[in-house]
Structures are given as structure tokens and as C-alpha cells.
């Protein structure tokens, strides 16, 4: 049977057949979406043979739903061909509604929601956002934003140092695993649902003290505050001026027990990382998977990377970039040093 047909037979089962679908847009991934028209409802397809679960969601989504947090309520679900009914969230996603009016008050509501989920001390059965994994995104950089995108011959030593330096500079901060990482914590990923008070499907009361809804959090791990902190930041799709980047630092931190300096390098740090990930991720979804609307974002991650490598700490990193990426390497730093 094919694709569509499995989603009618699905929604017939739901009491939804002959129902409008509107395809949402999608996210990087092979996960698609579609807002039911007017019955307060989406359906998420991820279909397995692309390598999609729904299993992580289901999981993740529940541990949130534990902490008092928005997030999607599933009504139904087909496990065997990967569908999901949810609660939809509206419109008012985060970049379609930011504006130079409102983007402190709801960055800091956004803030206040990894926080919360910091200061719950909770460490459900995930997995650690640990080196190996950081390397394996960063990996990415050079496979898909260097071999493939720029042409560039890399030797296995030159992947072992790039390797060496991450893993180094990760050591350096020692970052806590002592909170769940959403990992996708950005502005497509984030809706304000200040102004809905309650469901129209389900009669309960949304978290009104952070009414912030999350998605695309299945790959969730257990790792350092900071990473969603400059995710949400240090965004490829929408860069903050630094003096709304200090103020949401400092009332990440008035919500926390955290150290402000050491806060600033794991920042650095997990900027750097993710960065290098998302040119590798945006090169791939270019060349393995025809989707290159992602490429306009490109500069704003050099960017991002350029001005954390002018950080002495960073030297070797930079080092290594002038040799192998030199528009990401910024020119005025002494790499000898």
C-alpha cells in the first residue's frame, strides 16, 4: 500500500477520513507534517524505511509532558507505518513572529523554558550528549561542507588533528551531563502560545508561566544547559545584536546557579561545535538531498565560527582552519601564537 493510501486508512481509523490536509513546511529531516484543517490538529508522517521513528518522540515527548512543559499531546498512533496525530500549536511559530518589538520578551521566555528543564534535576534513560557524538556532527564539516562543497582533499592525519583539537577544547570546559539537550532548540522549532489558554480537544491548562510550545525534540540527549542556550543564541536563521545576546545571557544565568564565565566558554564551545555540524548538515541537504534553501544560511554559521576563533583558546582550531577553510579563520588573529 502506498504512502497516501496509509494515511487515509490512518486518519479513517481517527474518525478523520475525507478530512483537508495542508502540508506544513518541513524540517531538514525526511519527517513530514500536515495541519487536519479545522480540527485543531497535525499529522506527523516518518516513514522508517528513511530512517524516521516515532519511537524517540513518543518517549521524549512524554518526559517533557512530566516536567509541565508544551509539548504536542499525541492522541493517536500507528507505530508499524510511523504516523502520529498531534495536538497543533497554531501559527505564531517563533520566526515567523519575532520582531525587533517583541524579540526580548519572548527570547527570555524561551530561556526561562531551559531553566526550567535544568533546574527540574531530572536524568530520565537517554543517552549522553558525549564526545563521540559532538565529534560525529562535527564530522560532517568535513565531509559535506569541505570534500564535497569546497573540493578540498583531505588527508586521514588531518582528520585525526581536526578530531584531536574538538576533543581538546571539550575537555578544556569539562561541560555537567546533568540536563536534558533538545538539541534543535531554535526559533522553527519554537511557538508562543501566550495567548491560548485552552485546548480545544483536550480540556487542560497550558504552562502559562513559560508558554512556550517545543517540537522537533526526539533527538533529545542528556548534556550541558549551554548547548540549547546557543542554539537558541547563536542561530544560523536568526542572528541577535550582542547587546539581546548579553541580556538573555544574564537572565539564563538569574535563573540558574551557573558561573557566568564558564557559562561564556561552554557557550563558545557548543557554538563552534554546532556550527561546524549545520555547514556540514546545510551541504548535504544540498547535495544528497536537493533541498538548498538551507545554503542561504551559510554565512551566518561562518560568521558565528569566525568570531569564536578569534578567541585565544581557540588557536589551534583557527590554525587549522586558515589551512583548510581559510574564509572561516578570521584574517587578523596571529595563528602563530
Known amino acids: 500500500m502506498n504512502r497516501d493510501k496509509l494515511i487515509q486508512k490512518f486518519l479513517s481509523a ?10 506544513i ?58 504516523f502520529l496525530l498531534l495536538e497543533d500549536f497554531g501559527e505564531n511559530v517563533f520566526s515567523k513572529i519575532l520582531s525587533t518589538n517583541n524579540e526580548e520578551g519572548l527570547y527570555k521566555k524561551a530561556i526561562e523554558v531551559i531553566a526550567h528543564i535544568q533546574s527540574s534535576n531530572i536524568h530520565p534513560d537517554l543517552n549522553e550528549y558525549s564526545i563521540e557524538e559532538l565529534l560525529k556532527e562535527s564530522r560532517l564539516f ?10 578540498i582533499k583531505i588527508n586521514p592525519s588531518d582528520i585525526l588533528e581536526f578530531e ?43 504552562n502559562l508561566v513559560a508558554p512556550v510550545g517545543l517540537i522537533d525534540f526526539q533527538d533529545a540527549l542528556i548534556g550541558s544547559p549551554s548547548y540549547d542556550l546557543a ?13 539581546l545576546k548579553e541580556s538573555l545571557l544574564n537572565h539564563f544565568l538569574l535563573h540558574t546557579d551557573l558561573d557566568y564565565e564558564e557559562t561564556e566558554r561552554e557557550i563558545s564551545f557548543f557554538s563552534v561545535q554546532r556550527n561546524l555540524k549545520i555547514l556540514g548538515i546545510f551541504c548535504r ?26 578567541d585565544s583558546s581557540m588557536k589551534d582550531l583557527n590554525r587549522w582552519m586558515k589551512k583548510f577553510a581559510p574564509e572561516i579563520s578570521p584574517l587578523r588573529i596571529n595563528i602563530l601564537n
Open 142 to 151: 568535513i565531509d559535506w561542507y569541505l570534500i564535497k562543497h569546497k573540493q
Open 231 to 243: 542554539s537558541l543564541i547563536e542561530d544560523v536563521r536568526r542572528p541577535i545584536g550582542l547587546e
Open 164 to 206: 584531536s583539537i574538538i576533543s581538546a577544547l571539550f575537555q578544556s570546559i569539562s561541560p555537567a551531563f546533568d540536563t536534558i539537550v533538545l538539541r534543535d532548540y531554535h526559533v522553527d522549532n519554537l511557538f508562543y502560545l501566550g495567548d491560548i489558554r485552552e485546548l480545544t480537544i483536550m480540556n487542560y491548562r497550558r
Open 25 to 82: 513546511n518541513n524540517d531538514a529531516s525526511f519527517r513530514k507534517y500536515f495541519r487536519i484543517k479545522d480540527k485543531g490538529l497535525i499529522l506527523m508522517d516518518a516513514p522508517s524505511e528513511l530512517g524516521e521513528s516515532i519511537e524517540s518522540f513518543i518517549k521524549v515527548d512524554g518526559i517533557l509532558l512530566g516536567l509541565d512543559l508544551n509539548v504536542p499531546r499525541i492522541l493517536a498512533v500507528e507505530p508499524n507505518d510511523g
Open 285 to 310: 541537504l544540498k547535495y544528497r538531498d536537493k533541498k538548498e534553501d538551507y545554503m542561504k544560511y551559510l554565512n551566518n554559521g561562518i560568521d558565528f565560527l569566525s568570531k569564536h576563533l578569534e
Open 14 to 23: 481517527n474518525n478523520l477520513a475525507n478530512c483537508t490536509l495542508i502540508p
